[in-house]
């Protein structure tokens, strides 16, 4: 099974930004889509970006303009730049792969904190 780890998380303070990175274990020869999504205490886990395989992205209304999808096939990586980091976008952040309607993998999500 495909392995996804998350890192670059940590503290901010608001208006800061952070680049956020997701590796998969192996190359996804399929057409996917890889995606970040964040879970705040107590709320439940919502989509923030997506990126296909091909390059297109969709991003969640409250971060468009502010966080940017790009991946790097090559490497097997998929990147979530934040700028202009609120305190209402604290949250563990967490990347996931999908194949058509299915959900291969998660992984274990990395912190942001943001200060206001």
């Known amino acids: 099974q495909v392995q996804l780890v998350e890192s670059g998380g940590g503290l901010v303070q608001a208006g800061g930004s952070l680049r956020l990175s997701c590796e998969a274990s192996?190359?996804?020869?399929?057409?996917?889509?890889m995606g970040w999504y964040r879970q705040a205490p107590g709320k439940q886990r919502e989509l923030v970006a997506v990126?296909?395989?091909?390059?297109?992205?969709d991003y969640a209304s409250s971060v468009k303009g502010r966080f940017t999808i790009s991946r790097d096939n090559t490497k097997n990586l998929v990147y979530l730049q934040m700028n202009s980091l609120k305190p209402e976008d604290t949250a563990r952040y967490y990347c996931?792969?999908?194949?058509?309607?299915?959900?291969?993998?998660w992984g274990k999500g990395t912190q942001v904190t943001v200060s206001s």
């Open positions: 990126i296909s395989s091909a390059g297109s992205t």
């Open positions: 996931n792969l999908r194949v058509g309607p299915v959900v291969i993998s």
């Open positions: 192996e190359t996804i020869f399929s057409s996917n889509v």
